[in-house]
Every structure is written in C-alpha cells, then in structure tokens.
C-alpha cells in the first residue's frame, strides 16, 4: 500500500512556541491530506481537511488561526500549531488519499506533541 | 449527530479462535465503512474497505460484514494470533471527506 510519512515523530516544547509538524506522501500523488488528532484512549478527530493550492477546511470547533495548514504541493501538507499551549499536546496524525481515484486514506506514523 | 459505537473496550479472545468485533452507527450514511489496525504510539493501518452495495469482504484471515439496514458492520479475525493484539478502529467514510472513527475495540489475544 502507498506510504505517509510524517516529520518529527516527537516534539517537546515550551508553552509559546510555535511547531510544524510535516506529513508527505511517498509514493503518490494526494490532492487531499487530512489531519486528526487523538487524545489518549480516544478516537481519532478529524481536525481539517488540506487541499492542494487552496485554503483547508476546518472541523467546527477546530482553530484556524491555532492551527496552520499549509498544502503547497501533491505530496507535502504541514501543520503548524501557533502559540502552543499544555492542551494542545496530543498525538496528531495525518492520512492522504491517492489522487487517483483510490477510496482507501493511508495514515502515517503520527506526532507526538508535549507542550510544558 | 453521527453516533459510531464499537463493541467494547477490551475483548480477551483465546488464540486460535475467531473474534468478531462490532460497529455500529446512526445518524449516517456512508459510502464506505473502513476497518482500521493501531498499536500503542502509532497510526491507523488500514486493512478492509467495504462498499455500501457489498454485503462481505475477505483478505486473508480476515472478514468484514457490513450491514446498511441494521447500520452494523462485523469484523472477523479467525485462527487468531497473539500478534493480532491490537486496537481495532472502525471508521465511516462519506467518499470525499475525512473519516469518522469510532473509540476502537482493544483485541487481546491470550496463548
């Protein structure tokens, strides 16, 4: 199956500070990447869907301005979480789907995010 | 609201035999149903997708029912290995949009 990698794997960082986090297709083409995010023993939550060369679209009661999406090409969506806070740590993951018609959404890895 | 429940939180099943999991939802329907595999720190695995129009899917030891009229999917593990300990997320797919998933059922699998 086709591969989602996401960059870092974990990030501990200082209330304030800003994070990126990166997530890229491999090995296909996505003109749609997806963010979630998943507290511990609970399901994951669609954050805000990334489309290629235009603005995401956010889940009611998910930031914009907290939370940065950037879709700049067929094979890279990032994340930035601006002005990171101790509720914002989480396990945050992305998931793309095969621009070619594929139905599936592959997941990557995830972050882990620690804000102290 | 959509409303997507899986069986339980911890299903101990002894190795060897079938387990079979639930998802069940409301207020929904979805083009597809996705069956998903998470170990602990890591992300979703898919391993079955199913279609509105098919009632049964297969791959290896696996087997996915899904049910439009009940709003119920079932998913089948036989001769099931401790290496099949996992949580197992159902998730519900609109066919464009990002997925709904449920809470998981944690599958232990005992020697």
């Known amino acids: 199956g086709a591969v989602v990698s996401q960059h870092p794997s974990w990030v501990i960082c200082k209330s304030g500070t800003s994070v990126k986090i990166e997530c890229r297709s491999l090995?296909?083409?996505?003109?749609?990447m997806f963010w979630y995010r998943q507290f511990p023993k609970q399901s994951l939550m669609l954050m805000a869907t990334?489309?290629?060369?235009?603005?995401?679209?956010?889940e009611q009661g998910v930031e914009k301005d907290k939370f940065l999406i950037n879709h700049a090409s067929l094979t890279l969506s990032t994340l930035t979480v601006t002005s990171a806070h101790p509720e914002d740590s989480s396990f945050y993951i992305c998931?793309?789907?095969?621009?070619?018609?594929?139905?599936?959404?592959?997941f990557g890895p995830g972050t882990r995010l620690l804000v102290l | 609201s959509q409303k997507i429940e899986q069986n339980s939180e911890a299903l101990n099943i002894q190795e060897g035999k079938t387990a079979t999991l639930t998802c069940n939802y409301t207020?929904?329907?979805?083009?597809?149903l996705q069956w998903y595999r998470q170990d602990p720190g890591r992300g979703p695995v898919f391993l079955l997708l199913?279609?509105?129009?098919?009632k049964e899917k297969r791959k290896e030891r696996l087997k996915v029912t899904f049910d439009t009229t009940l709003k119920q999917s079932l998913f089948h593990i036989t001769a099931s290995q401790p290496a099949d300990s996992a949580t197992y997320l159902c998730?519900?797919?609109?066919?464009?949009?990002?997925?709904?998933f449920g809470k998981g059922t944690h599958l232990i699998i005992q020697p």
């Open positions: 199913i279609r509105e129009n098919e």
């Open positions: 990334s489309n290629e060369g235009s603005k995401a679209t956010y």
């Open positions: 090995d296909f083409q996505a003109t749609t």
């Open positions: 998730a519900l797919d609109p066919g464009a949009d990002g997925l709904t």
């Open positions: 998931s793309a789907r095969d621009g070619g018609g594929e139905e599936t959404q592959y």
């Open positions: 207020n929904y329907s979805p083009a597809y």
